[in-house]
Protein backbone atom coordinates (compact mmCIF):
# COMPACT_ATOMS: atom_id res chain seq x y z
CA UNK A 1 0.00 0.00 0.00
CA UNK A 2 1.23 3.41 -0.84
CA UNK A 3 1.86 6.15 2.21
CA UNK A 4 -0.61 8.49 0.32
CA UNK A 5 -3.34 5.96 0.80
CA UNK A 6 -2.23 5.13 4.21
CA UNK A 7 -4.46 7.94 6.25
CA UNK A 8 -7.18 7.13 3.24
CA UNK A 9 -10.47 5.27 4.64
CA UNK A 10 -12.03 2.86 2.17
CA UNK A 11 -14.63 4.01 0.06
CA UNK A 12 -17.50 1.63 1.49
CA UNK A 13 -16.71 2.71 5.65
CA UNK A 14 -16.78 6.53 4.38
CA UNK A 15 -20.29 5.94 2.54
CA UNK A 16 -20.92 4.31 5.61
CA UNK A 17 -20.25 6.81 7.60
CA UNK A 18 -21.79 9.49 6.01
CA UNK A 19 -24.76 7.80 5.82
CA UNK A 20 -24.31 7.32 9.65
CA UNK A 21 -23.94 11.09 10.02
CA UNK A 22 -27.00 12.09 8.11
CA UNK A 23 -29.30 9.81 9.77
CA UNK A 24 -28.26 11.07 13.27
CA UNK A 25 -28.99 14.72 11.77
CA UNK A 26 -32.21 13.57 10.77
CA UNK A 27 -32.94 11.86 13.71
CA UNK A 28 -32.00 14.71 16.19
CA UNK A 29 -33.93 17.13 13.92
CA UNK A 30 -37.14 14.66 13.99
CA UNK A 31 -36.36 14.91 17.81
CA UNK A 32 -36.62 18.94 18.16
CA UNK A 33 -39.63 18.81 15.86
CA UNK A 34 -41.39 16.38 18.04
CA UNK A 35 -40.41 18.39 20.85
CA UNK A 36 -41.83 21.58 19.47
CA UNK A 37 -45.07 19.37 18.67
CA UNK A 38 -46.16 17.82 21.76
CA UNK A 39 -44.43 19.91 24.50
CA UNK A 40 -47.10 22.77 24.26
CA UNK A 41 -49.97 21.11 24.09
CA UNK A 42 -48.89 18.32 26.82
CA UNK A 43 -47.98 21.16 29.10
CA UNK A 44 -51.85 22.98 28.23
CA UNK A 45 -53.68 20.02 29.01
CA UNK A 46 -51.17 19.06 32.39
CA UNK A 47 -52.18 22.64 33.22
CA UNK A 48 -55.81 22.20 32.32
CA UNK A 49 -55.72 19.43 34.55
CA UNK A 50 -54.15 20.92 37.54
CA UNK A 51 -57.32 23.69 37.14
CA UNK A 52 -59.77 20.72 36.76
CA UNK A 53 -58.46 18.91 39.48
CA UNK A 54 -57.79 21.75 42.26
CA UNK A 55 -61.42 22.78 41.55
CA UNK A 56 -62.43 18.97 42.64
CA UNK A 57 -60.57 18.94 45.14
CA UNK A 58 -62.18 22.34 46.63
CA UNK A 59 -65.44 21.72 45.84
CA UNK A 60 -65.02 17.93 47.57
CA UNK A 61 -63.86 19.78 50.84
CA UNK A 62 -66.32 21.92 50.59
CA UNK A 63 -69.41 19.97 50.47
CA UNK A 64 -70.48 17.53 53.34
CA UNK A 65 -69.26 13.98 53.25
CA UNK A 66 -72.75 12.68 52.73
CA UNK A 67 -73.13 15.03 49.22
CA UNK A 68 -69.86 14.24 47.95
CA UNK A 69 -69.60 13.32 44.48
CA UNK A 70 -67.01 9.96 45.27
CA UNK A 71 -69.34 9.35 47.50
CA UNK A 72 -72.58 9.18 45.43
CA UNK A 73 -71.32 7.76 42.50
CA UNK A 74 -69.70 4.43 42.51
CA UNK A 75 -66.59 5.74 40.23
CA UNK A 76 -64.78 9.07 39.99
CA UNK A 77 -65.66 11.58 37.32
CA UNK A 78 -62.82 14.18 36.74
CA UNK A 79 -64.58 17.63 36.22
CA UNK A 80 -67.47 17.22 38.44
CA UNK A 81 -66.63 19.39 40.82
CA UNK A 82 -66.17 22.39 38.03
CA UNK A 83 -69.48 21.08 36.66
CA UNK A 84 -71.08 21.95 40.46
CA UNK A 85 -69.16 25.31 40.88
CA UNK A 86 -70.31 26.96 37.46
CA UNK A 87 -73.93 25.66 38.52
CA UNK A 88 -73.36 27.28 42.08
CA UNK A 89 -72.39 30.56 39.88
CA UNK A 90 -75.09 30.65 37.37
CA UNK A 91 -77.77 29.84 40.40
CA UNK A 92 -75.83 32.94 42.61
CA UNK A 93 -76.22 34.80 39.64
CA UNK A 94 -79.86 34.53 38.75
CA UNK A 95 -80.30 35.08 42.49
CA UNK A 96 -78.41 38.37 42.57
CA UNK A 97 -80.85 39.21 39.27
CA UNK A 98 -83.79 40.00 41.13
CA UNK A 99 -85.13 41.96 44.39
CA UNK A 100 -84.00 40.06 46.80
CA UNK A 101 -80.49 39.00 46.08
CA UNK A 102 -79.96 42.54 45.04
CA UNK A 103 -80.80 43.92 48.31
CA UNK A 104 -78.53 41.07 50.03
CA UNK A 105 -75.93 41.90 47.73
CA UNK A 106 -76.09 46.00 48.77
CA UNK A 107 -76.26 44.74 52.28
CA UNK A 108 -73.30 42.28 52.38
CA UNK A 109 -71.24 45.01 50.51
CA UNK A 110 -72.11 47.66 53.10
CA UNK A 111 -71.33 45.48 55.61
CA UNK A 112 -67.34 45.23 53.67
CA UNK A 113 -67.34 48.46 52.98
CA UNK A 114 -67.24 49.76 56.59
CA UNK A 115 -64.43 47.34 57.54
CA UNK A 116 -61.36 48.76 56.95
CA UNK A 117 -58.63 46.54 55.62
CA UNK A 118 -61.36 44.59 53.44
CA UNK A 119 -63.09 47.10 52.41
CA UNK A 120 -59.69 48.44 50.11
CA UNK A 121 -59.15 44.84 48.90
CA UNK A 122 -63.14 44.60 48.03
CA UNK A 123 -63.31 47.81 46.30
CA UNK A 124 -59.41 46.99 44.24
CA UNK A 125 -60.53 43.49 42.99
CA UNK A 126 -64.27 44.63 42.34
CA UNK A 127 -63.19 47.36 40.16
CA UNK A 128 -60.21 44.78 38.30
CA UNK A 129 -63.21 42.38 37.71
CA UNK A 130 -66.05 45.00 36.07
CA UNK A 131 -63.30 46.30 34.26
CA UNK A 132 -61.67 43.26 32.68
CA UNK A 133 -65.04 41.40 32.71
CA UNK A 134 -67.51 44.58 30.97
CA UNK A 135 -68.03 44.37 27.43
CA UNK A 136 -67.93 47.72 26.89
CA UNK A 137 -64.64 48.52 28.44
CA UNK A 138 -61.91 48.83 26.52
CA UNK A 139 -59.46 47.59 28.84
CA UNK A 140 -56.45 45.32 27.54
CA UNK A 141 -57.89 45.42 24.21
CA UNK A 142 -55.28 47.55 21.93
CA UNK A 143 -51.51 46.40 21.35
CA UNK A 144 -49.39 49.77 21.38
CA UNK A 145 -45.80 50.43 20.98
CA UNK A 146 -44.29 52.67 23.79
CA UNK A 147 -41.31 54.40 24.19
CA UNK A 148 -39.82 52.78 27.31
CA UNK A 149 -37.44 52.58 29.69
CA UNK A 150 -35.56 55.08 27.41
CA UNK A 151 -36.03 57.25 24.59
CA UNK A 152 -35.27 55.50 21.32
CA UNK A 153 -35.70 52.00 22.95
CA UNK A 154 -39.55 50.69 22.38
CA UNK A 155 -41.65 48.34 24.62
CA UNK A 156 -45.23 46.46 23.84
CA UNK A 157 -47.76 47.84 25.73
CA UNK A 158 -51.04 47.13 26.49
CA UNK A 159 -53.85 50.51 27.08
CA UNK A 160 -55.85 49.28 30.09
CA UNK A 161 -57.94 52.68 29.42
CA UNK A 162 -57.98 56.66 30.21
CA UNK A 163 -56.16 58.04 32.62
CA UNK A 164 -58.89 59.32 35.36
CA UNK A 165 -58.48 60.81 39.06
CA UNK A 166 -56.35 62.20 41.22
CA UNK A 167 -53.19 61.29 38.36
CA UNK A 168 -55.26 63.22 35.54
CA UNK A 169 -55.76 66.09 37.70
CA UNK A 170 -52.54 66.40 38.26
CA UNK A 171 -51.20 65.76 34.80
CA UNK A 172 -54.19 68.65 33.31
CA UNK A 173 -53.12 70.03 29.98
CA UNK A 174 -51.67 67.06 28.54
CA UNK A 175 -53.11 65.81 25.77
CA UNK A 176 -55.29 62.93 25.58
CA UNK A 177 -53.47 60.98 28.62
CA UNK A 178 -53.65 56.98 28.87
CA UNK A 179 -52.91 54.15 31.07
CA UNK A 180 -50.59 51.55 29.54
CA UNK A 181 -49.31 48.61 31.11
CA UNK A 182 -45.89 47.04 30.16
CA UNK A 183 -45.31 44.18 30.67
CA UNK A 184 -42.21 41.75 31.35
CA UNK A 185 -40.96 39.36 29.62
CA UNK A 186 -41.36 36.27 30.48
CA UNK A 187 -43.78 36.62 32.64
CA UNK A 188 -46.48 39.23 31.62
CA UNK A 189 -48.44 39.19 34.82
CA UNK A 190 -45.62 41.75 35.79
CA UNK A 191 -44.60 44.86 34.72
CA UNK A 192 -45.21 48.75 34.95
CA UNK A 193 -48.15 51.64 34.71
CA UNK A 194 -46.89 54.66 33.05
CA UNK A 195 -49.25 57.35 32.09
CA UNK A 196 -48.50 58.65 28.45
CA UNK A 197 -50.01 60.78 25.77
CA UNK A 198 -51.87 59.05 23.62
CA UNK A 199 -49.54 60.78 20.71
CA UNK A 200 -46.51 59.48 22.53
CA UNK A 201 -47.72 55.34 21.17
CA UNK A 202 -47.70 53.82 18.01
CA UNK A 203 -51.16 51.40 17.67
CA UNK A 204 -50.56 47.87 16.68
CA UNK A 205 -52.88 45.98 14.57
CA UNK A 206 -52.33 42.61 16.54
CA UNK A 207 -54.70 41.09 19.17
CA UNK A 208 -54.17 40.82 22.68
CA UNK A 209 -53.19 37.51 22.87
CA UNK A 210 -50.72 37.80 20.05
CA UNK A 211 -49.37 40.91 21.82
CA UNK A 212 -48.85 38.17 25.02
CA UNK A 213 -47.36 35.41 22.61
CA UNK A 214 -44.80 38.14 21.77
CA UNK A 215 -44.35 38.92 25.30
CA UNK A 216 -44.37 35.16 26.65
CA UNK A 217 -41.65 33.45 23.74
CA UNK A 218 -39.51 36.70 24.51
CA UNK A 219 -39.89 38.00 20.40
CA UNK A 220 -39.71 34.43 19.37
CA UNK A 221 -42.89 34.05 18.17
CA UNK A 222 -44.16 37.08 16.06
CA UNK A 223 -47.22 38.28 14.28
CA UNK A 224 -47.25 37.97 10.47
CA UNK A 225 -47.50 40.76 8.15
CA UNK A 226 -51.57 40.74 8.71
CA UNK A 227 -51.27 41.52 12.55
CA UNK A 228 -52.00 37.92 13.49
CA UNK A 229 -49.83 35.24 14.33
CA UNK A 230 -50.23 32.24 12.57
Not at 43 to 58: E, F, K, Q, S
Not at 103 to 115: H, K, S
Not at 139 to 145: N, S
Not at 210 to 221: E, N, T
Given at each position: ?????????????????????????????????????????????????????????????????????????????????????????????????????????????????RMPVLRGIHTAVKQVFET?????????????????????????????????????????????????????????????????????????????????????????VAPGEGGSIP
Amino acid sequence: MADGDEGRKPRGLALFSGLHLTLAARLKAYLFTGILVTAPISITLYLAWLVVDGVDRLVDNLLPAAFRPDQLLPFTLPGLGLVLLLIFLILVGMVSAGMVGSLLLRLGEALVGRMPVLRGIHTAVKQVFETVLAQKSDAFREVVLVEFPRKDAWSIGFVSGTTRGEVAQLLDGADDMINVFVPTTPNPTSGYLIFVPRSAVKPLRMSVEDGLKLVVSGGLVAPGEGGSIP
